[in-house]
């Protein structure tokens, strides 16, 4: 099996069998990766919110943290997505840099009083609107593996057939677009400021494309051309819905820790479309060119993920909080009938992963920095060490007292292949993909 790509460009096997689009595997765990977008705080301490609460984004990790809001807010933030790849092939380096901007949060956390006796102090109702993945990505190459993959013209019916062996040049683009978001509504109470419990629905949203480009030129021996030109287009949208639900604990006054459990997300009515153009030019031979459409139906579900948090609060001078995260991509599955084998190869070839957020904050008066890392393993068994994601964050930010204003710096590194063609004769493009992130977030109380 292939090793996998982490970010939004990953392997390509086959939707034919010299497809360079994501097959089904492909899709299914690149849909169930979560790039953990949020406010400008959250983003600075790398997501390390499990246990500590009190920001809007927060609830996307527990529930249970908009209890430990001590007034109601609410946030926007305003994001740019820096996407800096290196992709080489057999002695060729080509670097692409694109930026991409976006709305990557909005949302709220109304808190009310119960004025109640029962040591259930207040609840308060949560709902926020955040990116989960960014899909925006291109990149191109141009090298000669030395290998003619098509060496064949399809309208050459001589006999024998002309072949067309001596490799001369592959050049290959791979574009990526749309985003899977989430909108999550959720409920939690405080009880007697120390046990703090929380549930929230979750409605997902996904729009992906992918265009890709091939276009190989072999020579005969006689030094004729063969040119073969690649395009295949793919469309997807679908909507789905996940539950989650967690709390938080003091065990003291400094020190809390926090457990949340989301299940699987269930996609229904997906929709792909899939388009693929193909064609042939050789002198003294007929063009030849083939066009191929699908739509397909189909639903899916994602893993679930279990979160262990721990948070140590230096009264008001600072904290250090941890995120642990399990998912098993093991158990992404396509409910609709026909994926028999797509199934199996998730118990045959991914695992589960572990993911750790490290993130902390220091306050000197009204201005506050932060910093934080963030490491996942690679779902793919056989990957390398270097097919895991890791990366760092920092940011600052000051409370002007009605206001806050947040800014946050987060940036992620893996090197991982992308095969082009489905030959273990020719080597895949290797991809240093760089992705940094800002944000600038205001956060109004309410």
């Known amino acids: 099996m292939k090793r996998f790509l982490t970010f939004a460009a990953i392997v390509a096997t086959a939707f034919t069998s010299y497809s360079q689009s994501l097959d089904y595997n492909d899709l299914g765990i690149l849909f169930g990766q979560d790039n953990n977008y949020g406010t400008s705080r959250f983003n600075a301490m790398s997501g390390a919110f499990g246990a500590l609460g009190g920001d809007v984004s927060s609830i996307g990790i527990n529930p249970a943290g908009a209890a430990v809001a001590n007034n109601s807010m609410f946030s926007v933030t305003l994001g740019n997505k820096n996407n800096d790849v290196n992709a080489s ?15 990557s949060q909005a949302g709220g956390i109304l808190v009310f009083d119960t004025n109640s006796n029962s040591g259930w102090s207040n609840f308060a109702l949560s709902f926020n609107y955040r990116l989960k993945n960014n899909f925006e990505s291109y990149f191109g190459v141009d090298g000669n593996s030395g290998e003619a993959y098509y060496n064949i013209h399809p309208n ?16 290959f683009e791979n574009y990526l677009n749309g985003e899977s978001t989430v909108f999550t509504m959720g409920v ?23 265009t890709t480009y091939l276009d190989e030129i072999n020579q005969d021996t006689n030094g004729n051309d063969l040119t073969i030109l690649l395009d295949q287009n793919t ?7 996940s539950l989650s639900a967690g709390f938080i604990y003091k065990l003291h006054q ?19 479309d899939y388009y693929e153009e193909y064609s042939a030019e050789s002198n003294g031979i007929p063009n030849y060119s083939e066009t191929i459409q699908e739509l397909v139906a189909y639903s899916f579900r994602t893993p679930g993920k279990l979160t262990a ?12 909080s941890l995120d642990y995260t399990y998912k098993d991509y093991s158990n992404t599955k396509f409910t609709s009938n026909g994926f028999n084998n797509t ?52 940011g600052l930010g000051y409370n002007f007292g009605k206001f806050k204003f947040d800014l946050a710096y987060r940036n992620s590194g893996v090197n991982a292949p992308y095969s082009i063609y489905n030959s273990a004769t020719i080597s895949p493009i290797e991809l240093n993909t760089n992705n940094t992130r800002i944000t600038g977030t205001l956060t109004f109380n309410l």
Do not use: C
Request: net charge negative; glycine share 6%.
């Open 188 to 210: 939690s109470a405080a009880h007697e400021n120390k046990l703090f419990i929380g549930a929230a629905v979750n409605i997902h949203d996904l729009r992906f494309g992918q």
């Open 343 to 394: 199934n199996q190869d998730y118990k045959t070839y991914y695992k589960a992963t572990h993911a750790v957020n490290i993130g902390t904050e220091w306050r000197f008066d009204r201005m506050s920095l932060r910093a934080g890392y963030h490491y996942e393993q690679s779902p793919i068994k056989d990957a390398l060490d270097e097919d895991n994601l890791s990366g760092y964050s920092a």
């Open 235 to 241: 469309y997807i949208e679908s909507n789905g819905f």
């Open 89 to 103: 092939y057999y002695g060729t380096t080509f670097n692409t840099e694109e930026d991409y901007f976006n709305i």
């Open 254 to 272: 400094n020190f809390r820790i926090g457990l949340a459990y989301e299940t699987p997300t269930w996609y229904n009515e997906t929709f792909e």
């Open 156 to 171: 050459d019916n001589t006999n024998p057939q002309t072949e067309f062996n001596n490799a001369q040049e592959q050049r």
């Open 309 to 320: 948090s721990s948070a140590i609060i230096f009264d008001k001078q600072g904290l250090i």
